[in-house]
């Protein structure tokens, strides 16, 4: 909760030692900005103002207290990294998930555990979570479906949302053809360790991509509409190209549209290059095992063609021969 607080009762100097502005409590927790603030409209972090200096403050022992939390809890998971697993999602994992969004998005968006579990129908692969098996606790998750074309073409021109795409527009990831991808959710449970669970997360995504392209899935291209700061910064991050901005709806400051091209061998992003070289090394592999085995080759070597003696052709040559 935000307090406003008077110089007459919170001297200057008080307040510089009792409180941490915005770049110093982010300095002291070792957190991304936007997960800062996550934290302080979750309440997690309380603030106050002071109107005759127009800048906000955060108490110190609050924040000292978030940095010993987040020092232990890194040290902690770093040390059973195994604890977190990225699978598909039970019912409860769903509700968990659904529970996440709520905390980032406006319930007009928010796609229900029934919804969801109705998408999974038409591909069951289309939501994925990260878990801590300690905890049983989901701690992220990404929603990512190739979509009906017209579905994605009018989400990628920003002339509908994700909470208008129904079950029936997702479709199962099959190996017929490279498939063009739409993220409809993608979140972290926001806390003092938020960051490394975005960074699981995204690891997790990228070994699942490897491993469809082992079942012979290839996934050409990945769309994206992002409506936070946090979701732009991440796609940029990425190297995602901008394909439209200007469109934004109730309860949203903006929406914007991007995409990124799996199949740009010149990409300088280490996501994309790692996947460009897996294909690359699984298509060798496929064609050296098309090739003949050079083992299995047998060379006969046949005697030179008989030639005709005195007329006689060779096939009688033997037995005329032989009478002579």
Request: aromatic content about 8%; hydrophobic content about 40%.
């Amino acid at each position: 909760m935000n307090q406003v607080l008077t110089q007459a009762y919170h001297p200057l100097g008080e307040i510089v030692q009792n409180y941490y502005t915005a770049r110093e409590a982010i300095k002291k927790l070792g957190i991304a900005r936007s997960t800062f603030y996550d934290l302080v409209k979750a309440n997690e972090i309380p603030s106050i103002t002071v109107p005759s200096r127009r800048q906000v403050f955060y108490p110190k022992q609050r924040i000292d207290e978030l940095a010993e939390e987040r020092a232990r809890l890194v040290g902690e998971v770093e040390q059973t990294p195994e604890r977190f697993v990225f699978v598909l999602p039970q019912r409860d994992d769903l509700e968990q998930l659904v529970g996440i969004e709520r905390m980032y998005f406006h319930e007009s968006i928010i796609v229900s555990p029934e919804e969801q579990q109705e998408q999974l129908s038409y591909n069951p692969e289309a939501i994925h979570v990260l878990k801590d098996t300690k905890t049983n606790t989901v701690v992220g998750g990404i929603s990512l479906s190739p979509l009906k074309p017209d579905v994605l073409e009018k989400l990628i021109r920003l002339e509908i949302d994700e909470a208008q795409v129904k079950p029936a527009d997702y479709l199962p990831y099959t190996a017929d053809a490279p498939l063009d991808c739409y993220v409809i959710d993608f979140v972290v449970r926001p806390g003092p360790i938020a960051t490394y669970y975005g960074s699981k997360l995204l690891q997790a995504i990228l070994n699942y991509f490897i491993e469809l392209l082992n079942r012979g899935v290839v996934i050409r291209s990945i769309y994206a509409s992002v409506i936070s700061t946090f979701g732009e910064r991440l796609v940029k991050d990425l190297h995602f190209t901008l394909i439209q901005s200007d469109w934004a709806r109730e309860h949203e400051a903006f929406r914007h549209s991007y995409v990124l091209d799996l199949e740009n061998v010149e990409s300088k992003t280490r996501f994309i290059q790692k996947y460009v070289r897996q294909r690359r090394n699984l298509e060798r592999k496929k064609k050296a095992a098309q090739k003949p085995d050079s083992s299995m080759i047998v060379e006969l070597d046949f005697p030179p063609p008989l030639a005709a003696v005195d007329g006689v052709p060779p096939l009688k040559q033997r037995t005329d021969l032989a009478s002579r």
